[in-house]
């Protein structure tokens, strides 16, 4: 691969800028992952730091606040060289809001209310050791309060300097034009990646038109599009994977022969595969940064290399036949 620098990109009108390929924390948090380590994750993050990736995403519900106190004790010598992206909106101290989920014995709700977001910032500023947040996401949407309520709070929290940007995730149309109205968000934050393309269509145009950043998480789909997922994996415990049907051994196969298009790419470029889908993914039109789990320094490193990874549009197009050819059937 070659030394070209991190790939850079501006998030929505903020003036801020990071790098296009960020580190996402869900499985540093445990919760859906089989538990976690500290001090690899710690290890991890700082990796990713000094391998010049500036963007860390993670939330208080990864883990109940597990991921967010790692994260700040990872980056407690090193706040400058980040740009933080934290969320709210999926509580457990109160319940308000739309039940979601139990997490660890305890009911989840998605709640949006301006006093809980004021509730959540606090906690979060405290775990993750700062006083400010670069980009801060509402993580699911509230059915239960008004999006300009929930706006109106954001846009205080960043007039007092606690948060310097706006985003959105998990929206549907009706809540991307709400938040657009407000003139105040900055990016979404949606799910994307070589097996799940919808947002081409439904919010990529919409985003485009109205100079809105998409953060694609789950670029890797889970580690599907890692290159080390074999067919013959098992999945146990709780990890999310065992009962996701994107996972059985006949989509895996299916996921192998577009591997086998990947290949050629990588080893043009001296490359992973993880590395070359990640490139292929921020290559795509309105895809601003790709969010990638790491759970230990050597994948944290990997990851890392792909912002330096630039495809050429004939690479690009090859990859995106080969996924035309191979996964029909997965969600466009």
Same mark, same amino acid.
């Given at each position: 691969?070659?030394?070209?620098?991190?790939?850079?990109?501006?998030?929505?009108?903020?003036? /801020? #800028?990071? *790098?296009?390929?960020? =580190? &996402? @924390?869900?499985? !540093?948090?445990?919760?859906?992952?089989?538990?976690? +380590?500290? $001090?690899?994750?710690?290890?991890?993050?700082?990796?990713?730091?000094?391998?010049?990736?500036?963007?860390?995403?993670?939330?208080?519900?990864?883990?109940?606040?597990?991921?967010?106190?790692?994260?700040?004790?990872?980056?407690?010598?090193?706040?400058?060289?980040?740009?933080?992206?934290?969320?709210?909106?999926?509580?457990?101290?109160?319940?308000?809001?739309?039940?979601?989920?139990?997490?660890?014995?305890?009911?989840?709700?998605?709640?949006?209310?301006?006093?809980?977001?004021?509730?959540? /910032? #606090?906690? *979060?500023?405290?775990? =993750? &050791? @700062?006083?400010? !947040?670069?980009?801060?996401?509402?993580?699911?949407? +509230?059915? $239960?309060?008004?999006?300009?309520?929930?706006?109106?709070?954001?846009?205080?929290?960043?007039?007092?300097?606690?948060?310097?940007?706006?985003?959105?995730?998990?929206?549907?149309?009706?809540?991307?034009?709400?938040?657009?109205?407000?003139?105040?968000?900055?990016?979404?934050?949606?799910?994307?990646?070589?097996?799940?393309?919808?947002?081409?269509?439904?919010?990529?145009?919409?985003?485009?038109?109205?100079?809105?950043?998409?953060?694609?998480?789950?670029?890797?789909?889970?580690?599907?599009?890692?290159?080390?997922?074999?067919?013959?994996?098992?999945?146990?415990?709780?990890?999310?994977?065992?009962?996701?049907?994107?996972?059985?051994?006949?989509?895996?196969?299916?996921?192998?022969?577009?591997?086998?298009?990947?290949?050629?790419?990588?080893?043009?470029?001296?490359?992973?595969?993880?590395?070359?889908?990640?490139?292929?993914?921020?290559?795509?039109?309105?895809?601003?940064?790709?969010?990638?789990?790491?759970?230990?320094?050597?994948?944290?490193?990997?990851?890392?290399?792909?912002?330096?990874?630039?495809?050429?549009?004939?690479?690009?197009?090859?990859?995106?036949?080969?996924?035309?050819?191979?996964?029909?059937?997965?969600?466009?």
């Amino acid at each position: 691969m070659n030394d070209a620098p991190v790939l850079k990109r501006p998030i929505g009108k903020s003036g /801020i #800028e990071a *790098s296009a390929v960020g =580190l &996402g @924390t869900w499985a !540093i948090g445990g919760w859906m992952w089989g538990g976690t +380590d500290e $001090t690899t994750s710690i290890d991890a993050i700082r990796a990713s730091i000094d391998a010049g990736i500036s963007l860390i995403d993670t939330a208080p519900a990864y883990g109940m606040g597990l991921a967010e106190a790692i994260v700040g004790k990872a980056i407690a010598d090193q706040r400058d060289k980040v740009v933080l992206v934290t969320k709210c909106g999926l509580v457990w101290n109160v319940e308000e809001g739309a039940y979601f989920f139990h997490q660890d014995g305890r009911p989840v709700h998605r709640y949006l209310g301006p006093h809980s977001i004021r509730y959540e /910032i #606090e906690h *979060s500023l405290k775990r =993750l &050791g @700062t006083d400010y !947040i670069d980009h801060y996401v509402t993580h699911w949407q +509230d059915a $239960t309060t008004p999006i300009a309520d929930t706006v109106g709070e954001l846009a205080r929290l960043k007039e007092e300097g606690k948060i310097r940007s706006i985003g959105a995730s998990n929206v549907s149309k009706e809540d991307l034009a709400a938040y657009i109205a407000t003139g105040a968000l900055d990016a979404i934050q949606e799910e994307y990646s070589m097996v799940k393309r919808d947002i081409e269509t439904s919010f990529v145009p919409t985003c485009l038109a109205n100079d809105v950043s998409i953060l694609s998480y789950s670029s890797l789909a889970l580690g599907l599009l890692s290159g080390k997922m074999g067919p013959d994996r098992v999945f146990t415990g709780d990890d999310q994977r065992k009962d996701n049907p994107r996972f059985s051994p006949g989509n895996r196969q299916k996921v192998a022969r577009l591997m086998e298009v990947v290949t050629p790419v990588a080893d043009r470029h001296q490359a992973t595969i993880a590395q070359v889908v990640i490139a292929w993914t921020v290559a795509q039109p309105g895809i601003t940064f790709s969010l990638c789990g790491a759970r230990d320094p050597k994948q944290a490193i990997e990851n890392a290399g792909a912002a330096r990874l630039r495809l050429t549009a004939h690479e690009v197009a090859i990859l995106s036949d080969g996924i035309a050819e191979h996964l029909v059937d997965q969600d466009r």
